[in-house]
Protein backbone atom coordinates (compact mmCIF):
# COMPACT_ATOMS: atom_id res chain seq x y z
CA UNK A 1 0.00 0.00 0.00
CA UNK A 2 0.91 3.51 -0.55
CA UNK A 3 1.85 5.58 2.27
CA UNK A 4 0.00 8.96 3.19
CA UNK A 5 2.70 11.30 1.62
CA UNK A 6 2.32 9.45 -1.46
CA UNK A 7 -0.85 9.71 -1.65
CA UNK A 8 -1.15 13.22 -0.57
CA UNK A 9 1.34 13.84 -3.71
CA UNK A 10 -1.78 12.59 -5.92
CA UNK A 11 -4.13 14.87 -4.79
CA UNK A 12 -5.54 16.92 -7.50
CA UNK A 13 -7.40 20.00 -6.75
CA UNK A 14 -9.38 19.55 -9.65
CA UNK A 15 -10.13 16.49 -7.86
CA UNK A 16 -10.68 18.14 -4.14
CA UNK A 17 -12.71 20.91 -5.27
CA UNK A 18 -13.58 21.45 -0.76
CA UNK A 19 -9.82 21.60 -0.83
CA UNK A 20 -9.37 23.90 -3.73
CA UNK A 21 -12.42 26.43 -2.38
CA UNK A 22 -10.25 26.47 1.29
CA UNK A 23 -6.93 27.21 -0.28
CA UNK A 24 -8.65 30.39 -2.43
CA UNK A 25 -9.61 31.92 0.87
CA UNK A 26 -6.40 31.45 2.31
CA UNK A 27 -5.01 32.85 -0.56
CA UNK A 28 -7.25 35.97 -0.02
CA UNK A 29 -6.44 36.30 3.57
CA UNK A 30 -9.88 35.36 4.55
CA UNK A 31 -10.55 33.99 8.01
CA UNK A 32 -12.07 30.62 7.77
CA UNK A 33 -12.35 27.02 10.20
CA UNK A 34 -10.55 24.67 8.41
CA UNK A 35 -12.32 21.22 9.27
CA UNK A 36 -10.23 18.82 11.23
CA UNK A 37 -10.27 16.28 8.34
CA UNK A 38 -8.46 18.60 5.97
CA UNK A 39 -5.86 20.04 8.29
CA UNK A 40 -3.31 17.52 8.07
CA UNK A 41 -4.00 17.11 4.21
CA UNK A 42 -3.46 20.57 3.82
CA UNK A 43 -0.15 20.62 5.75
CA UNK A 44 1.15 17.44 3.79
CA UNK A 45 -0.26 19.28 0.66
CA UNK A 46 1.87 22.71 1.72
CA UNK A 47 5.22 20.41 2.13
CA UNK A 48 5.33 19.42 -1.17
CA UNK A 49 5.04 22.34 -2.69
CA UNK A 50 7.61 23.03 -5.59
CA UNK A 51 9.46 26.59 -4.87
CA UNK A 52 10.48 28.22 -7.82
CA UNK A 53 14.53 28.20 -8.71
CA UNK A 54 15.60 31.29 -8.16
CA UNK A 55 17.41 32.10 -11.59
CA UNK A 56 20.70 34.21 -11.53
CA UNK A 57 20.82 36.79 -13.56
CA UNK A 58 22.86 36.25 -16.65
CA UNK A 59 25.82 38.25 -17.11
CA UNK A 60 25.15 40.75 -20.23
CA UNK A 61 26.98 39.75 -23.52
CA UNK A 62 29.60 42.29 -24.42
CA UNK A 63 28.42 44.71 -27.36
CA UNK A 64 30.31 44.84 -30.45
CA UNK A 65 31.20 48.09 -31.67
CA UNK A 66 30.32 47.87 -35.52
CA UNK A 67 31.94 50.77 -37.52
CA UNK A 68 29.16 52.70 -39.46
CA UNK A 69 29.48 51.56 -43.56
CA UNK A 70 26.91 53.53 -45.22
CA UNK A 71 27.39 57.22 -46.10
CA UNK A 72 24.46 58.13 -48.37
CA UNK A 73 26.24 61.98 -48.23
CA UNK A 74 29.90 60.90 -48.44
CA UNK A 75 32.39 58.91 -45.89
CA UNK A 76 33.38 61.93 -43.39
CA UNK A 77 37.10 62.95 -44.05
CA UNK A 78 39.24 62.50 -40.90
CA UNK A 79 41.11 66.07 -39.87
CA UNK A 80 39.29 67.91 -42.19
CA UNK A 81 39.80 71.61 -41.30
CA UNK A 82 36.27 73.71 -42.21
CA UNK A 83 37.54 76.35 -40.05
CA UNK A 84 40.82 76.65 -42.24
CA UNK A 85 38.47 77.03 -45.49
CA UNK A 86 35.82 79.36 -44.01
CA UNK A 87 38.58 81.41 -42.99
CA UNK A 88 39.58 81.22 -47.09
CA UNK A 89 36.36 82.12 -47.84
CA UNK A 90 35.98 85.59 -45.34
CA UNK A 91 39.85 86.29 -46.69
CA UNK A 92 38.04 86.11 -50.43
CA UNK A 93 35.16 88.14 -49.59
CA UNK A 94 37.07 90.77 -47.67
CA UNK A 95 38.07 91.95 -51.35
CA UNK A 96 34.64 92.50 -52.78
CA UNK A 97 33.09 95.89 -52.10
CA UNK A 98 30.51 95.39 -49.09
CA UNK A 99 32.07 91.78 -48.73
CA UNK A 100 29.46 90.79 -51.42
CA UNK A 101 29.62 88.74 -54.04
CA UNK A 102 27.87 89.02 -57.51
CA UNK A 103 27.92 86.22 -60.02
CA UNK A 104 30.78 87.43 -61.73
CA UNK A 105 32.96 86.91 -58.87
CA UNK A 106 31.95 83.69 -57.46
CA UNK A 107 34.44 81.89 -59.90
CA UNK A 108 36.97 83.01 -57.11
CA UNK A 109 34.48 82.02 -54.08
CA UNK A 110 34.29 78.54 -55.70
CA UNK A 111 37.95 78.49 -55.69
CA UNK A 112 38.30 79.38 -51.55
CA UNK A 113 35.66 76.57 -51.30
CA UNK A 114 38.03 74.14 -52.91
CA UNK A 115 35.18 73.51 -55.37
CA UNK A 116 35.70 73.83 -59.55
CA UNK A 117 35.10 76.99 -60.78
CA UNK A 118 32.00 76.19 -63.01
CA UNK A 119 30.34 75.75 -59.74
CA UNK A 120 29.95 79.30 -59.16
CA UNK A 121 26.28 79.50 -60.24
CA UNK A 122 25.33 77.15 -58.58
CA UNK A 123 26.83 78.25 -54.90
CA UNK A 124 25.70 81.84 -55.79
CA UNK A 125 21.80 80.38 -56.00
CA UNK A 126 22.39 78.07 -53.01
CA UNK A 127 23.00 81.58 -51.28
CA UNK A 128 19.93 83.17 -52.41
CA UNK A 129 21.87 85.44 -55.09
CA UNK A 130 19.45 85.43 -57.64
CA UNK A 131 17.13 87.62 -54.97
CA UNK A 132 19.15 90.54 -54.41
CA UNK A 133 21.59 89.71 -57.39
CA UNK A 134 24.96 89.57 -54.65
CA UNK A 135 25.78 86.95 -52.07
CA UNK A 136 27.02 89.05 -48.75
CA UNK A 137 29.49 86.71 -46.95
CA UNK A 138 27.89 86.15 -43.83
CA UNK A 139 25.19 84.54 -45.85
CA UNK A 140 27.33 82.45 -47.91
CA UNK A 141 29.48 80.87 -44.68
CA UNK A 142 26.10 80.28 -42.78
CA UNK A 143 25.23 77.62 -46.34
CA UNK A 144 28.31 76.53 -47.17
CA UNK A 145 29.44 75.30 -43.56
CA UNK A 146 26.21 73.63 -43.35
CA UNK A 147 26.90 72.09 -46.31
CA UNK A 148 30.63 70.92 -45.54
CA UNK A 149 28.71 69.39 -42.33
CA UNK A 150 26.51 66.97 -44.02
CA UNK A 151 28.43 66.41 -47.00
CA UNK A 152 31.64 64.87 -47.38
CA UNK A 153 32.18 64.08 -51.44
CA UNK A 154 31.76 66.36 -54.29
CA UNK A 155 28.63 64.47 -55.19
CA UNK A 156 26.40 65.00 -52.37
CA UNK A 157 27.97 68.59 -52.49
CA UNK A 158 26.50 69.37 -55.81
CA UNK A 159 23.40 67.67 -55.16
CA UNK A 160 22.59 69.87 -52.25
CA UNK A 161 23.73 72.55 -54.00
CA UNK A 162 21.16 71.95 -56.98
CA UNK A 163 18.50 70.03 -55.64
CA UNK A 164 15.49 71.71 -54.85
CA UNK A 165 14.67 72.05 -50.84
CA UNK A 166 13.79 68.76 -49.16
CA UNK A 167 14.77 66.59 -52.27
CA UNK A 168 17.29 63.92 -52.19
CA UNK A 169 17.54 64.12 -56.57
CA UNK A 170 17.82 66.16 -59.27
CA UNK A 171 15.76 66.58 -61.86
CA UNK A 172 16.01 67.52 -65.47
CA UNK A 173 14.94 71.50 -64.76
CA UNK A 174 17.49 71.61 -61.89
CA UNK A 175 20.14 71.58 -64.33
CA UNK A 176 19.03 74.86 -66.29
CA UNK A 177 20.47 77.93 -63.77
CA UNK A 178 23.97 75.98 -63.67
CA UNK A 179 23.84 75.15 -67.45
CA UNK A 180 22.92 78.73 -68.79
CA UNK A 181 25.59 80.14 -66.41
CA UNK A 182 28.27 77.66 -68.65
CA UNK A 183 26.87 78.92 -71.95
CA UNK A 184 27.12 83.02 -70.52
CA UNK A 185 30.75 82.33 -69.73
CA UNK A 186 32.53 79.82 -71.17
CA UNK A 187 35.38 80.78 -73.64
CA UNK A 188 34.13 78.68 -76.18
CA UNK A 189 30.91 79.11 -76.71
CA UNK A 190 31.23 83.04 -76.67
CA UNK A 191 29.80 83.12 -80.12
CA UNK A 192 26.46 82.01 -78.87
CA UNK A 193 25.76 85.19 -77.02
CA UNK A 194 24.45 86.59 -80.16
CA UNK A 195 22.22 83.72 -80.66
CA UNK A 196 20.42 83.84 -77.42
CA UNK A 197 17.54 81.87 -78.84
CA UNK A 198 19.97 78.82 -79.19
CA UNK A 199 20.97 78.70 -75.88
CA UNK A 200 18.05 76.44 -74.39
CA UNK A 201 18.88 74.08 -77.68
CA UNK A 202 22.21 73.61 -76.15
CA UNK A 203 20.99 73.31 -72.51
CA UNK A 204 18.07 70.98 -73.55
CA UNK A 205 20.52 69.22 -75.26
CA UNK A 206 23.18 68.62 -72.30
CA UNK A 207 20.50 68.02 -70.18
CA UNK A 208 19.63 65.04 -71.93
CA UNK A 209 23.08 63.97 -72.59
CA UNK A 210 23.73 64.39 -68.56
CA UNK A 211 20.59 61.74 -68.09
CA UNK A 212 21.56 59.52 -70.94
CA UNK A 213 24.78 58.98 -69.53
CA UNK A 214 23.70 59.20 -65.89
CA UNK A 215 20.42 58.01 -64.92
CA UNK A 216 20.94 54.27 -65.10
CA UNK A 217 17.59 53.70 -63.61
CA UNK A 218 15.57 55.84 -66.23
CA UNK A 219 13.62 57.06 -63.21
CA UNK A 220 13.88 60.61 -64.73
CA UNK A 221 15.89 61.69 -61.32
CA UNK A 222 19.39 61.32 -60.67
CA UNK A 223 20.22 59.88 -57.38
CA UNK A 224 23.40 61.04 -55.37
CA UNK A 225 24.43 57.42 -55.99
CA UNK A 226 23.96 57.60 -59.71
CA UNK A 227 26.04 60.97 -59.49
CA UNK A 228 29.07 59.47 -57.73
CA UNK A 229 29.28 56.38 -60.01
CA UNK A 230 29.31 58.65 -63.42
CA UNK A 231 32.44 61.02 -64.88
CA UNK A 232 29.95 64.32 -65.05
CA UNK A 233 31.78 65.76 -62.02
CA UNK A 234 35.10 65.18 -63.61
CA UNK A 235 33.49 66.86 -67.25
CA UNK A 236 33.01 69.63 -65.14
CA UNK A 237 36.00 70.01 -63.52
CA UNK A 238 37.57 70.05 -66.86
CA UNK A 239 35.36 72.74 -68.18
CA UNK A 240 38.01 75.35 -67.17
CA UNK A 241 41.07 73.54 -68.55
CA UNK A 242 39.92 72.21 -72.42
CA UNK A 243 38.07 72.88 -75.07
CA UNK A 244 34.53 72.31 -74.66
CA UNK A 245 34.52 69.86 -77.60
CA UNK A 246 36.87 67.85 -75.93
CA UNK A 247 34.13 66.88 -73.61
CA UNK A 248 32.23 64.16 -75.84
CA UNK A 249 29.80 63.05 -73.20
CA UNK A 250 28.46 66.04 -72.44
CA UNK A 251 29.39 69.75 -73.23
CA UNK A 252 30.63 69.08 -76.63
CA UNK A 253 29.46 71.75 -78.69
CA UNK A 254 30.37 70.41 -81.96
CA UNK A 255 28.34 67.42 -80.53
CA UNK A 256 25.18 69.84 -80.20
CA UNK A 257 25.28 71.13 -83.40
CA UNK A 258 25.10 67.60 -85.13
CA UNK A 259 22.61 66.67 -82.99
CA UNK A 260 20.57 69.71 -83.50
CA UNK A 261 21.10 69.93 -87.46
CA UNK A 262 20.32 65.91 -88.10
CA UNK A 263 17.02 67.19 -86.07
CA UNK A 264 16.61 70.26 -88.36
CA UNK A 265 16.76 68.29 -91.37
CA UNK A 266 13.93 66.18 -90.46
CA UNK A 267 11.64 68.42 -89.08
CA UNK A 268 10.18 69.88 -92.35
CA UNK A 269 7.32 72.75 -90.63
CA UNK A 270 10.31 73.42 -88.05
CA UNK A 271 8.18 73.62 -85.22
CA UNK A 272 10.50 71.15 -82.81
CA UNK A 273 8.40 68.43 -83.36
CA UNK A 274 8.65 65.02 -85.52
CA UNK A 275 5.84 62.56 -86.21
CA UNK A 276 6.67 59.10 -87.65
CA UNK A 277 7.05 60.10 -91.29
CA UNK A 278 9.59 62.47 -90.34
CA UNK A 279 11.90 60.21 -88.08
CA UNK A 280 11.80 57.37 -90.89
CA UNK A 281 13.70 59.97 -93.24
CA UNK A 282 16.41 59.70 -90.91
CA UNK A 283 19.35 57.77 -92.66
CA UNK A 284 17.60 57.40 -95.59
CA UNK A 285 14.90 55.30 -94.67
CA UNK A 286 17.21 52.79 -92.80
CA UNK A 287 15.62 52.58 -89.66
CA UNK A 288 12.37 49.66 -89.41
CA UNK A 289 9.07 51.31 -89.43
CA UNK A 290 8.36 48.94 -86.88
CA UNK A 291 10.74 50.47 -84.30
CA UNK A 292 9.99 54.33 -85.18
CA UNK A 293 6.14 52.60 -84.17
CA UNK A 294 7.27 51.19 -81.02
CA UNK A 295 9.59 54.29 -80.19
CA UNK A 296 5.56 56.84 -81.24
CA UNK A 297 4.38 54.30 -78.81
CA UNK A 298 5.89 55.83 -75.63
CA UNK A 299 8.15 52.56 -75.02
CA UNK A 300 11.10 54.52 -74.37
CA UNK A 301 9.15 58.00 -73.95
CA UNK A 302 7.19 57.60 -71.63
CA UNK A 303 8.87 59.51 -69.02
CA UNK A 304 8.82 62.20 -70.71
CA UNK A 305 5.68 64.65 -71.48
CA UNK A 306 4.71 64.47 -74.98
CA UNK A 307 3.36 67.77 -75.55
CA UNK A 308 1.80 66.71 -79.03
CA UNK A 309 -0.19 63.52 -79.72
CA UNK A 310 1.78 61.51 -82.34
CA UNK A 311 4.79 63.56 -81.98
CA UNK A 312 8.27 63.94 -80.19
CA UNK A 313 10.12 66.49 -79.43
CA UNK A 314 13.88 67.61 -79.42
CA UNK A 315 14.20 66.07 -76.63
CA UNK A 316 13.09 62.36 -77.16
CA UNK A 317 15.27 62.96 -80.47
CA UNK A 318 18.47 63.62 -79.00
CA UNK A 319 17.92 59.73 -77.29
CA UNK A 320 17.12 58.39 -80.21
CA UNK A 321 20.04 59.80 -82.06
CA UNK A 322 22.79 58.84 -79.55
CA UNK A 323 20.78 55.57 -79.19
CA UNK A 324 20.96 54.83 -82.77
CA UNK A 325 24.41 55.86 -83.48
CA UNK A 326 26.54 54.39 -80.93
CA UNK A 327 24.71 50.60 -80.05
CA UNK A 328 27.15 48.89 -77.80
CA UNK A 329 26.67 51.30 -74.62
CA UNK A 330 24.63 50.35 -72.00
CA UNK A 331 21.45 52.94 -72.12
CA UNK A 332 21.57 52.23 -75.83
CA UNK A 333 21.16 48.22 -75.45
CA UNK A 334 18.43 49.51 -72.65
CA UNK A 335 17.06 51.75 -75.34
CA UNK A 336 16.31 49.08 -78.04
CA UNK A 337 15.89 46.20 -75.72
CA UNK A 338 12.46 48.13 -74.63
CA UNK A 339 11.70 48.73 -78.47
CA UNK A 340 11.81 45.16 -79.39
CA UNK A 341 10.14 44.22 -76.38
CA UNK A 342 6.84 44.19 -77.68
CA UNK A 343 5.03 42.49 -74.60
CA UNK A 344 7.06 44.00 -72.32
CA UNK A 345 8.00 40.90 -70.65
CA UNK A 346 11.46 41.79 -69.65
CA UNK A 347 12.36 38.61 -72.91
CA UNK A 348 12.99 38.50 -76.94
CA UNK A 349 10.56 35.92 -77.71
CA UNK A 350 11.34 33.94 -81.36
CA UNK A 351 8.25 35.48 -81.99
CA UNK A 352 9.17 39.35 -81.58
CA UNK A 353 12.66 38.72 -83.63
CA UNK A 354 10.72 37.40 -86.80
CA UNK A 355 8.54 40.20 -86.60
CA UNK A 356 11.09 42.42 -86.97
CA UNK A 357 13.16 40.89 -89.07
CA UNK A 358 10.10 40.53 -92.22
CA UNK A 359 10.67 44.33 -92.50
CA UNK A 360 14.04 43.25 -93.22
CA UNK A 361 13.72 40.53 -95.47
CA UNK A 362 11.04 42.99 -97.28
CA UNK A 363 13.47 45.76 -97.61
CA UNK A 364 16.17 43.43 -99.17
CA UNK A 365 13.71 41.53 -101.40
CA UNK A 366 13.14 45.10 -103.03
CA UNK A 367 16.60 45.87 -103.11
CA UNK A 368 16.97 42.53 -105.01
CA UNK A 369 18.98 41.23 -102.09
CA UNK A 370 17.97 37.47 -101.42
CA UNK A 371 17.49 37.48 -97.58
CA UNK A 372 18.79 34.86 -95.32
CA UNK A 373 16.01 32.85 -93.95
CA UNK A 374 14.79 33.53 -90.65
CA UNK A 375 15.90 30.34 -89.21
CA UNK A 376 19.22 30.63 -90.47
CA UNK A 377 19.41 34.28 -89.17
CA UNK A 378 17.90 33.09 -85.55
CA UNK A 379 21.14 30.51 -85.61
CA UNK A 380 23.55 32.90 -85.94
CA UNK A 381 22.07 35.38 -83.70
CA UNK A 382 21.68 32.88 -80.65
CA UNK A 383 25.07 32.06 -81.60
CA UNK A 384 26.33 35.48 -81.06
CA UNK A 385 24.24 36.35 -77.32
CA UNK A 386 24.15 32.66 -76.29
CA UNK A 387 21.53 33.01 -73.82
CA UNK A 388 21.05 31.14 -70.51
CA UNK A 389 17.32 30.13 -71.18
CA UNK A 390 17.06 28.75 -74.40
CA UNK A 391 15.13 30.76 -77.18
CA UNK A 392 15.00 33.63 -74.83
CA UNK A 393 17.08 36.61 -75.01
CA UNK A 394 17.36 39.00 -71.77
CA UNK A 395 18.54 42.44 -71.30
CA UNK A 396 21.42 40.54 -69.51
CA UNK A 397 22.57 38.31 -72.47
CA UNK A 398 22.65 41.51 -74.86
CA UNK A 399 25.01 43.04 -72.54
CA UNK A 400 27.13 40.11 -71.63
CA UNK A 401 27.18 38.82 -75.42
CA UNK A 402 29.45 42.29 -76.02
CA UNK A 403 28.51 42.54 -79.33
CA UNK A 404 24.52 44.27 -78.79
CA UNK A 405 25.24 46.27 -81.77
CA UNK A 406 25.74 43.68 -84.48
CA UNK A 407 22.37 41.89 -82.97
CA UNK A 408 20.29 44.60 -82.70
CA UNK A 409 21.32 46.28 -86.47
CA UNK A 410 20.41 43.07 -88.03
CA UNK A 411 16.66 43.35 -86.53
CA UNK A 412 16.66 47.49 -87.37
CA UNK A 413 18.76 48.99 -89.49
CA UNK A 414 19.59 47.48 -92.55
CA UNK A 415 22.13 49.67 -93.59
CA UNK A 416 24.15 48.65 -90.72
CA UNK A 417 22.88 44.78 -90.92
CA UNK A 418 24.36 44.84 -94.50
CA UNK A 419 27.63 46.44 -93.50
CA UNK A 420 28.19 43.99 -90.81
CA UNK A 421 28.05 41.31 -93.16
CA UNK A 422 30.11 42.93 -95.43
CA UNK A 423 32.84 43.03 -93.26
CA UNK A 424 35.38 40.55 -92.27
CA UNK A 425 33.59 38.20 -90.09
CA UNK A 426 37.47 37.68 -88.20
CA UNK A 427 37.22 41.82 -87.03
CA UNK A 428 34.11 40.56 -84.68
CA UNK A 429 36.47 38.51 -82.43
CA UNK A 430 39.03 41.08 -82.20
CA UNK A 431 36.51 43.54 -80.87
CA UNK A 432 37.28 45.00 -77.42
CA UNK A 433 40.69 44.73 -77.52
CA UNK A 434 41.29 47.79 -78.38
CA UNK A 435 38.41 49.06 -76.16
CA UNK A 436 39.45 52.25 -74.48
CA UNK A 437 41.87 53.58 -77.00
CA UNK A 438 39.71 54.03 -80.27
CA UNK A 439 37.04 56.82 -80.12
CA UNK A 440 33.14 55.39 -79.60
CA UNK A 441 30.93 54.83 -82.30
CA UNK A 442 29.06 58.18 -81.43
CA UNK A 443 32.34 60.24 -81.38
CA UNK A 444 33.52 58.81 -84.72
CA UNK A 445 29.99 59.18 -86.29
CA UNK A 446 29.83 63.28 -84.91
CA UNK A 447 33.22 63.67 -86.28
CA UNK A 448 32.08 62.49 -89.46
CA UNK A 449 29.30 64.56 -89.49
CA UNK A 450 30.83 67.93 -88.16
CA UNK A 451 33.41 67.69 -91.02
CA UNK A 452 30.40 67.01 -93.39
CA UNK A 453 28.71 70.29 -92.43
CA UNK A 454 31.54 72.31 -92.11
CA UNK A 455 32.47 71.37 -95.64
CA UNK A 456 28.60 71.93 -96.88
CA UNK A 457 28.62 75.40 -95.15
CA UNK A 458 31.88 76.44 -96.61
CA UNK A 459 30.62 75.60 -100.40
CA UNK A 460 27.03 77.17 -99.46
CA UNK A 461 29.01 80.58 -98.53
CA UNK A 462 31.27 80.49 -101.65
CA UNK A 463 28.45 79.93 -103.48
CA UNK A 464 26.48 83.14 -101.79
CA UNK A 465 29.60 85.40 -101.84
CA UNK A 466 27.88 88.83 -103.45
CA UNK A 467 24.49 87.52 -103.20
CA UNK A 468 22.01 87.97 -100.64
CA UNK A 469 21.20 84.48 -98.87
CA UNK A 470 18.46 83.30 -97.25
CA UNK A 471 20.53 82.28 -94.71
CA UNK A 472 23.44 83.79 -93.19
CA UNK A 473 26.15 82.71 -90.73
CA UNK A 474 26.72 84.16 -87.38
CA UNK A 475 29.96 86.98 -87.99
CA UNK A 476 31.42 85.65 -84.64
CA UNK A 477 33.17 82.48 -85.56
CA UNK A 478 33.72 79.37 -82.87
CA UNK A 479 36.60 79.94 -80.54
CA UNK A 480 39.93 78.45 -81.20
CA UNK A 481 39.31 76.72 -84.50
CA UNK A 482 39.76 78.61 -87.38
CA UNK A 483 38.17 75.50 -89.56
CA UNK A 484 34.47 74.75 -87.49
CA UNK A 485 31.37 75.43 -88.82
CA UNK A 486 29.83 78.98 -87.40
CA UNK A 487 26.24 78.23 -85.86
CA UNK A 488 23.20 78.67 -88.55
CA UNK A 489 21.01 81.76 -88.19
CA UNK A 490 17.77 79.46 -88.22
CA UNK A 491 14.47 80.65 -87.57
CA UNK A 492 13.86 80.58 -83.88
CA UNK A 493 9.66 80.08 -83.36
CA UNK A 494 10.33 81.90 -80.17
CA UNK A 495 6.75 82.64 -80.31
CA UNK A 496 5.76 79.29 -81.02
CA UNK A 497 7.03 77.19 -78.39
CA UNK A 498 9.60 76.60 -75.72
CA UNK A 499 12.22 73.63 -76.19
CA UNK A 500 10.90 70.81 -74.71
CA UNK A 501 9.12 70.96 -71.10
CA UNK A 502 11.10 73.70 -69.38
CA UNK A 503 10.44 77.44 -69.50
CA UNK A 504 13.62 79.55 -70.60
CA UNK A 505 12.61 83.27 -69.40
CA UNK A 506 14.97 84.63 -71.27
CA UNK A 507 15.26 83.15 -74.19
CA UNK A 508 11.29 82.17 -74.88
CA UNK A 509 8.78 84.58 -73.57
Known amino acids: MKSGSMRLKEISLRQDPDLRKELALLARGCDFVLPSRFKKRLKAFQQIQVHPKKEEPLTPALSQNIPKFYFPKGCPKTNFNIDGIISKIEKTFSDFPLERATLEDMGKVAKACECPMYWKAPLFYAAGGERTGYVSVHKFIAVWRKILQTCHDDSAKFMQLLAKPGCNYLEQEDFIPFLQDVVNTHPHLTFLSEASEFHSRYITTVVQRIFYQVNRSWSGRITCSELRKSNFLQHVALLEEEDINQSADYFSYEHFYVIYCKFWELDSDHDLYIDESDLAKHNDHAISSHVIQRIFSGAVTRNRKVHKEGKISYADFVWFLLSEED ?183
Open 327 to 509: KKTQTSIEYWFRCMDLDGDGVLSMYELEYFYEEQCQKMESMAIEPLPFEDCLCQMLDLVKPQTEGKITLHDLKKCKQANIFLDTFLNLEKYLDHEQKDPFSVLRVGENEGQELSDWEKYAAEEYAVLVAEEAANEQWNDGYDAELNLLDVPVANADDKRPFFELPSHSSEVDLEEYEYEDDFE
